[in-house]
Every structure is written in structure tokens, then in C-alpha cells.
């Protein structure tokens, strides 16, 4: 007999922004969309920014009116790439990651396996200047 046959649902996580689905009950989403919305959160909360998690973030909006060098964007994906593992790790496998910094605007490249599924994920993550 298969989980679903025994009246198992499939995993479902708390969609992110916190909002109410359309029956008035806490919006969920699916696990890749879950984690998809963890990683843009890691990618843009500043460390410090948590309360009781103070090394949480990677704080790439700090950086959207800093010059551009190569040295800044090598030490960015590095220090990225570490966050990843150290917060998500248990969740994804990073494949590639590129970060891009333009105009004022942080771009997050990244391409990604769940280690769930194995499903292949490549996403692009983008902060501004507010």
C-alpha cells in the first residue's frame, strides 16, 4: 500500500510571506516553493537582523551601494555558498552560484538540487535598494 493510498498528504510547508489562503486558513506550499522561500530569506536578512539567531543571513542587500570589484563578488559567493551550507544544507545540494551586483540591484543566480527529490532547481534571486 503507497502512503497516499493509506490517506497520507503529501508534505506541505507554511508559505512565506505568512499570509491566509483563500478559505481564510494559513497559506502552505509545496516543499520545493518552501524551499525556495528559505533560501531567499537567508539570502537577504542581514546577520544580526534575527533574534536569537544572530549568524543568520548573508546580508547581500548591505551590499547594493558598494563598488563593484571582483575581489568583493568572489569573497560574496563564497561567503553565500557558506551560508547555504551551513543553514540549508540538510535541504539542497548547491551546483552553481553566481552573484551579481549592478545598478543598484543584487542578483543571486543559483542552481540547486533537493535532496528530498533530487528535483534540479535553478532560480534567480533579486534584491534592490530600498
Known sequence: MSPTSRGTRPRSDIAFPFRA???GRTAHA???EHVHDLIEQLLF???GERVMRPDFGCGLLDLVFTPNSPELISTLELSVQASLQ???GDLIDVE???VVSDDHVVRVYLSYALRATGTRHEDVFEGRAA
Open 86 to 88: 551551513s543553514w540549508l
Open 45 to 47: 536578512t542581514s546577520p
Open 21 to 23: 489562503d483563500r478559505r
Open 96 to 98: 552553481a552560484l553566481d
Open 30 to 32: 509545496g516543499h520545493g
